[in-house]
């Protein structure tokens, strides 16, 4: 089942309002029955990080803030599509600095990280139609691993 | 004896060890707070502390590094953070981050008592 165009536009709940969504979603069967309840956490996991930086970081320049998640299950594959109106960043860049300076028992810096780690690929850039677009795939037959220095 | 300190409940064991029940999240929300409620604890004599994950449903990024900044404050003493009664969601990020090489983990509370004697 798809779930699309899920909006949430207040960031002092969002996360609640996400967790809630995702145990409905878990409750009604939305997820595959080929995703295992772990894959299913890992996809949680992302899309919490995600939210979470936005919340925490994310310039929405006087606007209200308005964020779009899709969520596409397929077999044993679930893709996830997160928009918002945001001014967005540069996540590669911001990406490749964590990785290079991450230190052992690290406080900050492991969101992008754990994101990365947690799905087979993940794209971030501002759509045609002005929003900025996360997209990314989490799979029950990856092994993820983030590699933090202890 | 039982305390409550801010959003966590903290449960002394003995002079140096003390139990500290997560909650349903430990998370960007609530990260401050655990900090400041484990400094406390810490500077009050505690060493060793029981992470009670059973009801957490939440572990995050900024919550797994409060988490490290108790585990480096406490081993320069000495003392220990281990993880009791690992709910599943909380065991996805042990297993993601391989922090079971640094945090052991215990099926129950009281057998978590017991394993850091």
Redesign the interface.
């Known amino acids: 089942m798809v779930v699309t165009g899920q909006r949430f536009t207040k960031l002092d709940n969002m996360?609640d309002e996400l967790?809630e969504l995702f145990d409905q979603w878990i409750s009604d069967g939305v997820f595959s029955s080929d995703l295992d309840?772990?894959t299913v956490?890992?996809l949680?996991?992302a899309v919490?990080?995600w939210i979470?930086n936005l919340?925490?970081h994310a310039d929405f320049q006087g606007n209200q803030p308005e964020v779009i998640l899709d969520i596409y299950p397929n077999g044993r594959r679930v893709k996830c599509v997160i928009q918002d109106n945001s001014a967005g960043f540069d996540a590669a860049k911001h990406l490749k600095l964590r990785m290079e300076n991450l230190e052992p028992?690290?406080?900050?810096g492991?969101?992008l990280?754990?994101l990365n780690?947690?799905t087979e690929y993940f794209e971030y850039f501002r759509s045609p139609v002005g929003l900025h677009r996360l997209e990314f795939s989490v799979s029950a037959d990856f092994y993820?691993?983030?590699?933090?220095p202890? | 004896m039982q305390a409550t300190s801010m959003s966590f409940f903290v449960e002394p064991v003995n002079a140096d060890t003390a139990v500290i029940k997560i909650g349903q999240a430990l998370?960007?929300?609530n990260a401050a707070e655990f900090k400041t409620t484990a400094q406390d604890q810490v500077r009050s004599g505690i060493q060793n502390f029981i992470l009670d994950f059973t009801d957490t449903?939440?572990l995050?990024?900024?919550g797994?590094?409060?988490v490290?900044?108790l585990?480096?404050q406490v081993s320069p003493l000495s003392g220990q953070v281990v993880f009791a009664s690992v709910s599943?969601?909380v065991q996805?990020?042990v297993q993601?981050?391989?922090?079971y090489?640094?945090f052991r983990q215990f099926p129950t509370v009281d057998a978590a008592r017991e394993g850091i004697r």
Do not use: C
């Open positions: 996360i967790h309840a772990d956490q890992l949680r996991l919490h990080e979470a919340i925490q028992f690290p406080e900050r492991m969101g990280l754990m780690a947690v993820p691993w983030l590699n933090i202890f | 998370d960007f929300r449903g939440i995050d990024s900024t797994l590094g409060s490290f900044s585990y480096r599943r969601p996805v990020v993601l981050t391989r922090t090489k640094v």
